[in-house]
């Protein structure tokens, strides 16, 4: 079983910076991906950046230039750097980790762009 735990969320200005981690334990082993999700209010979720544990990644064209995806293997972390954040950001981020064992989900968290 593979436990996913999120962190980093919380209400910034337009903007400004934030940083998520999404932390993966338990029965995970290499390759996997490792992907943040958003979905705002009355939206549907939607991919906003995978990376995999060979260090490919995948960015949605709304966060391209203004948010990063990075990883550490060795703790089975995966970060999300966002900057330039526009209110049209806010949303729940959850992160999912996908590999040969399934899919596991972490809580999420909210992030709030506001001024």
């Known amino acids: 079983q593979v436990q996913v735990v999120e962190s980093g969320g919380g209400l910034v200005q337009p903007g400004g910076s934030l940083r998520l981690s999404c932390a993966a334990s338990?029965?995970?082993?290499?390759?996997?991906?490792m992907g943040w999700y958003r979905q705002a209010l009355g939206k549907q979720r939607e991919l906003v950046a995978r990376?995999?544990?060979?260090?490919?990644?995948t960015d949605a064209d709304s966060v391209k230039g203004r948010f990063t995806s990075s990883t550490d293997n060795t703790k089975n972390t995966v970060y999300l750097q966002m900057n330039s954040l526009k209110r049209e950001d806010t949303a729940v981020y959850s992160c999912?980790?996908?590999?040969?064992?399934?899919?596991?989900w972490g809580q999420g968290t909210q992030v709030t762009v506001s001024s």
């Open positions: 999912n980790v996908a590999g040969r064992w399934g899919s596991s």
């Open positions: 338990g029965s995970i082993f290499s390759p996997y991906v």
């Open positions: 990376i995999s544990s060979g260090g490919g990644t």
